[in-house]
Antibody
């Protein structure tokens, strides 16, 4: 059974960098596209970006200048880095498997990140 | 960027009702549309891809239709487990955008 688990700090100060990791169990991350999606409290879903095979990345244009997604196949995990955060980046961050880079068919439980001093 | 607009924002219905949710794209996305169900405190669940292709294990009371810019998700007979928020998502081109969601609540 494939499972995804997000991890990382729950509190980040404004202007600093948010860093999260998604650990995948039950299958190799080399075989699929992997994505990050976030959801501000009480609001809708926002796609952040995806990565495939450490070489292909695609980011939401509205976040592109601040986002980096990377992967470590030896640890079977992928990571999100979001720089210069503000309160608007406060959200529940989900990692997800992106089937053929298109739809998100498997999700982690999400991790809440609050941006506050 | 392609924008996705869902209507209504909230829908009040009773168990057994047939309900239809709408999602409109700001430009044609062919059939590259998915629907998700999200319950409070849970991650979204993929219901439908390619506008009308039901995911394995999803009850047959759910159906999707549409192409181009207008799409619908229909629940033929609303069940207690179906009260949730539903999101559409396009995957045309390089970007991925969700609609703002439709909350289906108990009437």
């Amino acid at each position: 059974q494939v499972q995804l688990q997000e991890s990382g700090p729950g509190l980040v100060k404004p202007s600093e960098t948010l860093s999260l990791t998604c650990t995948v169990s039950g299958e190799s991350i080399s075989s699929y596209y992997w994505s990050w999606v976030r959801q501000p409290p009480g609001k809708g879903l926002e796609w952040i970006g995806y990565i495939y095979s450490s070489a292909i990345t695609n980011y939401n244009p509205s976040l592109k200048s601040r986002v980096t997604i990377s992967m470590d196949t030896s640890k079977n995990h992928f990571s999100l880095r979001l720089t210069s955060v503000t309160a608007a980046d406060t959200a529940l961050y989900y990692c997800a498997r992106a089937r053929s880079s298109s739809v998100f068919d498997l999700w982690g439980r999400g991790t809440l990140v609050t941006v506050s001093s | 960027d392609i924008q996705m607009t869902q209507s209504p924002s909230t829908l009040s219905a009773s168990v057994g009702d047939r309900v239809t949710l709408t999602c409109r794209a700001s430009q044609s996305i062919s059939i590259w549309l998915a629907w998700y169900q999200q319950k409070p405190g849970k991650a979204p669940k993929l219901l439908i891809s390619k506008a009308s292709s039901l995911e394995s294990g999803v009850p047959s009371r759910f159906s999707g239709s549409g192409s181009g810019t207008e799409f619908t998700l229909t629940i033929s007979s609303l069940q207690p487990d179906d009260f949730a928020t539903y999101y559409c998502q396009h995957y045309s081109g390089s970007s991925r955008t969700f609609g703002q969601g439709t909350k289906v609540e108990i009437k």
